[in-house]
């Protein structure tokens, strides 16, 4: 009963972090990283016992990212908030060689050295994900259609494994995300407005 009534709490705590982290990645605030690490650990906890394996590795690898994020966003080109880049078209490709690389090995490990029940789709949200937030990391704008889709398959995913707080946290990440497009785009757009040679050019990313 007091494990049952700790894996809600955490559930609901790692929903409270997540969602202000999604909010303040469309505010382009750069305290979403520190609260985005808090996240990674909680979840780190949730997803281990539900046998989301890839998922739970994913908060550890989340916790590097966060780093170079946080490094972007302060130190970087990244750290001017009115600058927002388009994903140049030499990046498309590998990113997504990298990202269906990666879901085919992890689909692999999870089937081969684990019980996982949900290993392709664990991997391919894995997979996904990382690729959502290195491009959130040099605020290219395209990241957040990646992240929707993903959130729309962790919606899924969640239902399947029982972690229906998480599933819900997942529909709010989905609203979340399209308010950051729009958020990011209306931004933008009035840079291009007034800069001549606008942030949003891919050499510079």
């Not at 990046?91 to 019980?115: E, H, K, M, P, R």
């Amino acid at each position: 009963m007091i494990e049952w009534i700790l894996a809600e709490w955490m559930q609901i705590l790692g929903f409270a972090t997540g969602a202000a982290c999604v909010l303040l990645s469309a505010l382009r605030n750069v305290w979403t990283y520190p609260l985005g690490i808090a996240n990674n650990l909680v979840f780190l906890a949730v997803f281990l016992p539900a046998g989301l394996y890839a998922s739970a590795a994913l908060q550890v690898v989340y916790l590097a990212l966060g780093i170079h994020g946080w490094f972007r966003w302060t130190r970087r080109v990244e750290h001017d908030r009115h600058y927002i880049a388009r994903t140049p078209r030499r990046a498309i490709v590998w990113l997504v060689v990298a990202g269906v690389a990666l879901a085919a090995v992890l689909t692999w490990v999870l089937s081969t050295f684990t019980d996982s029940q949900v290993a392709l789709a664990d991997a391919a949200t894995t997979s996904a994900s990382l690729v959502a937030q290195y491009m959130l990391n040099r605020k290219w704008l395209e990241n957040w259609f990646v992240w929707i889709g993903v959130d729309i398959a962790f919606v899924a995913l969640s239902i399947v494994t029982g972690l229906w707080i998480v599933a819900a946290l997942y529909v709010l990440f989905v609203a979340l995300c399209i308010f950051g497009w729009r958020s990011w785009r209306r931004v933008q757009g009035e840079t291009a407005a007034t800069d001549p040679e606008p942030h949003a050019v891919a050499a510079r990313a």
